[in-house]
Structure formats: C-alpha cells, structure tokens
C-alpha cells in the first residue's frame, strides 16, 4: 500500500512518518530529504534545484516531481509513504500522472486534522538556545528554569518565525494551498481523516489501523 500523509504545519507529519517507516517497512519519500540530497549529490535535477534556490525563488513543481519520479524508480516494488509531496492540487495531478505510468497509484491519502487554536500554541511555545541551538517547547518540553537553556546556560528565545502572527500566516498560506488537496482526494475516494491530538503512540496507532484496513 501506498499513501499519502498530509496536514497543516505542526501536526505532527514528520514524527509520524518516521514511526511508520520504522514499524511497517515503508520506504520514506519526503521531498526535502531528496532534494537536499539531490543537491549535495550535484545531480542534474539537483544543479537546477540550487540555481533556482540560489535566485531566492522557488523549486518549480517539475523540479520536485522530477526528483520524486526518480526515487519512486528506486523503490521497485516496495510500499511508500510520501510525506510533503504533493503539496498542491497541480502537483497532485502531476503526481498521478507519474505514476500511473509505473503502474502505481496513491492507495490512501491520510489528512492528521488538528485544530487550528492547538496548532498555534504548538508552533509558538517553541525556544531556542541563542548559544548552542538547543530547542524547547513551554509545554511539552519546558527547561528546567526558564530562559535558561538546560544544556549550556546560554539564554533561550522565540524565533520570529515562532510568533502568532508568523504562525497564522503560514495557516493561511497552507489552507489556500494545501488545504484543497482535501477535496482533490475525497473526490478520488481515498481521502481518510485521522484526528491527530493525543500522545504521538496514540495518533500512530489511530494513523496504523488505517493502514492495516
């Protein structure tokens, strides 16, 4: 089987990926690993990505499904979770097209639905160590005095773009964008909303018990 899992920002798609890459074999296609790997490996994909990068603009839908089309190649027949592709309904369609042509095909797309208020708290009460980088959370992971990062004393902080205001923005940007990709699989019949609050073995065995139907 292969799926698809997609969600606003902090709803926890990253550690979920790796969960389920871990314990049911999936191979793992995230377009930020590939592309940085792409990149570093100076591939001709890999070359236009970094001058485009380079100009301050973004890495084209071709670019990136090219990327995801070569390590599709890759897997054979071995299932696959694509965890930040595709992020529009273009890249969506782009996205079948491609596979269709190796026989393959999307089997679930799996939304982690969140609240949006929860989300805020979420991204805003991270810290960062202004001297070692060491992150935080107020909440989940709090240091043991605040403002005072527990690994090397140096001062904690909130990035600029941890605020509110930076973090509902971005919301935006994503319900304008992503968001749609919502319809785009409901309306191809695999569209499955898995809620996603709760401890992080709580939503994978909810995200499992998909995947295993």
């Given at each position: 089987?292969?799926?698809?899992l997609?969600?606003?920002?902090g709803?926890?798609k990253?550690?979920?990926?790796?969960?389920?890459?871990?314990?049911?074999?999936?191979?793992?296609?995230?377009?930020?690993?590939?592309?940085?790997?792409?990149?570093?490996n100076?591939t001709?994909l890999?070359i236009?990505?970094?001058?485009?990068?380079?100009?301050?603009?973004l890495v084209?839908?071709e670019?990136v499904t090219?990327?995801?089309?070569?390590v599709?190649?890759?897997?054979?027949?071995?299932?696959?979770?694509?965890?930040?592709?595709?992020?529009?309904?273009?890249?969506?369609?782009n996205?079948?097209?491609?596979?269709?042509?190796?026989?393959?095909?999307?089997?679930?797309?799996i939304?982690?639905?969140?609240?949006?208020d929860?989300?805020?708290?979420?991204?805003?009460?991270r810290?960062?160590?202004?001297?070692?980088?060491?992150?935080?959370?107020?909440?989940?992971?709090?240091?043991?005095?605040?403002?005072?990062c527990?690994?090397?004393?140096?001062?904690?902080?909130?990035?600029?773009?941890?605020?509110?205001?930076?973090?509902e923005?971005?919301?935006e940007?994503?319900?304008?964008?992503t968001?749609?990709?919502?319809?785009?699989?409901?309306n191809?019949?695999?569209?499955?909303?898995?809620?996603?609050?709760?401890s992080?073995?709580?939503?994978?065995?909810?995200?499992?018990?998909?995947?295993?139907?």
């Open positions: 089987m292969n799926i698809l997609f969600g606003p920002p709803a926890g990253g550690t979920q990926s790796a969960l389920l890459v871990e314990k049911n074999g999936f191979a793992h296609i995230s377009t930020g690993d590939i592309l940085r790997a792409a990149i570093k100076k001709s890999g236009k990505a970094k001058e485009t990068i380079d100009r301050g603009d084209s839908d670019i090219g990327l995801v089309d070569e599709v190649d890759t897997l054979e027949n071995k299932s696959f979770i694509l965890d930040g592709f595709p992020r529009t309904v273009v890249q969506a369609e996205l079948d097209k491609l596979l269709k042509n190796k026989s393959k095909k999307v089997d679930k797309a939304f982690l639905d969140v609240e949006k929860f989300l805020v708290k979420r991204l805003s009460g810290r960062v160590c202004k001297n070692c980088g060491a992150s935080y959370h107020v909440d989940a992971m709090p240091t043991k005095v605040e403002g005072v527990d690994k090397c004393g140096g001062e904690t902080y909130q990035r600029k773009d941890d605020s509110v205001e930076a973090i923005k971005r919301l940007v994503y319900e304008s964008s968001a749609p990709l919502k319809d785009f699989y409901e191809k019949g695999i569209l499955v909303k898995v809620p996603g609050l709760g992080m073995d709580e939503v994978y065995n909810r995200l499992n018990e998909v995947v295993s139907s």
